[in-house]
C-alpha cells in the first residue's frame, strides 16, 4: 500500500473515491464534483496534506485533512467496502497524525457519527479524546397561506460572516466557524430580523438552518424565536433541518422549546494533542 496526496488525483477521482469509501454507512455521500470542491473550499481543505491510499496503483481509501492556523481537522476517513478491516484506515491515521506533529500543528479535531463504534476506538486508541455532541434537529413544515418575506431583511453572506467573527464563542465546531460561513456562496442565503441573523438553505420542500446568531446584547428578547417563526411564515411547507454540526449543550434548550426535537443522527466532537 502507498499513501500519496490528495493533489496527484482530480477532483472527479476524489468524488467517486469519496462517495465509495462510505457506502453503506449510516451517512452516505453522493458522487458529486461541485460538491466535494465546495467543501474543499469552505472548509480549509488542505489536498496537498490529505492523503490517498492506494493498492498497486488503485485508490482504496482517503484521509482529508483541513488546517487553520495551528489547528488539523481530520474533515474525512473512509476506505472502499472490499478493502475495509485491513488496516487501511489505521495506516492513513497514523500517517496524517505524523505529518500534522512534523508541521507544527498543535491539535487534530474530528467528528464521528455516533454509534459508529469501529471508528471511535480507532481514534481513541490514536490519542483522541471526545469533547462533546453535536447534535441535528428538525421542526414539521407548517401551513402557511403563501410566503411572506416582507418581515425578513438579507444580508450579504460575507457580512454576514463579519458580524458572527465579532460575536462568535471561542470552540465552534468547524464547520459553524466564521471561517467555514466566510466561504459560503448561494445559494445560501443570510437572512436577517432585528439583530438576529441566520444563514439558510432552500432545497425541496426542506429549509437547511446551517447557523443562526443572535448577539450577546439582543440575548433573551426573543429575537431568535421571531426569526423562525419569521422563516417558517416566508418558507411555509418547508421542514425546517438544523445538521448535526451544533453543540447540543448550547442549542438543545432553545431549539425544542421552539418546537424541533432532536434527529436520530448525532455526532461526537473528538481532540487529539500534537505536541
Not at 508541521?103 to 490514536?126: F, K, Q, S
Not at 444580508?155 to 468547524?174: K, N
Not at 460561513?181 to 444563514?199: V, Y
Request: glycine share 8%.
Amino acid at each position: 500500500m502507498i499513501l500519496r496526496p490528495a493533489t496527484e488525483f482530480t477532483v472527479l477521482t476524489l468524488s467517486t473515491l469519496m462517495a465509495g469509501a462510505f457506502e453503506g454507512y449510516v451517512v452516505t455521500i453522493p458522487d458529486d464534483p461541485a460538491a466535494f470542491a465546495a467543501r474543499v473550499r469552505a472548509e480549509q481543505i488542505d489536498l496537498h496534506a490529505s492523503l490517498i491510499a492506494c493498492v498497486d496503483g488503485e485508490p482504496v481509501g482517503l484521509g482529508l485533512i483541513a488546517r487553520r492556523g495551528e489547528d488539523a481537522r481530520l474533515a474525512g476517513m473512509g476506505v472502499r467496502k472490499a478493502w475495509r478491516g485491513q488496516g487501511v484506515a489505521r495506516a492513513l491515521l497514523d500517517r496524517l497524525l505524523a505529518d500534522a506533529r512534523a508541521r507544527g500543528e498543535a491539535r487534530m479535531h474530528l467528528e464521528v457519527i455516533e454509534g459508529n463504534d469501529p471508528a471511535i476506538r480507532l481514534y481513541e486508541t490514536a490519542g483522541f479524546v471526545r469533547r462533546g455532541r453535536l447534535a441535528g434537529y428538525e421542526r414539521p413544515a407548517a401551513q402557511a397561506p403563501e410566503a411572506q418575506l416582507s418581515a425578513l431583511g438579507e444580508v450579504p453572506l460575507s457580512v454576514a460572516a463579519r458580524t458572527l467573527a465579532q460575536h462568535a464563542d471561542d470552540d465552534l465546531p468547524w464547520q459553524l466557524h466564521p471561517a467555514t460561513l466566510t466561504a459560503l456562496t448561494p445559494p445560501n442565503r443570510a437572512l436577517t430580523l432585528n439583530d438576529a441573523t441566520a444563514w439558510v438553505l432552500e432545497q425541496p420542500g426542506v429549509l437547511v438552518l446551517r447557523a443562526m446568531l443572535v448577539p450577546p446584547a439582543a440575548r433573551r428578547q426573543g429575537q431568535g424565536r421571531a426569526l423562525l417563526e419569521a422563516l417558517t411564515r416566508a418558507f411555509p411547507d418547508h421542514r425546517m433541518i438544523v445538521p448535526a454540526t451544533v453543540q447540543e449543550r448550547q442549542a438543545d434548550g432553545f431549539l425544542t422549546t421552539c418546537g424541533f426535537t432532536q434527529t436520530t443522527l448525532a455526532q461526537l466532537e473528538m481532540t487529539c494533542p500534537l505536541n
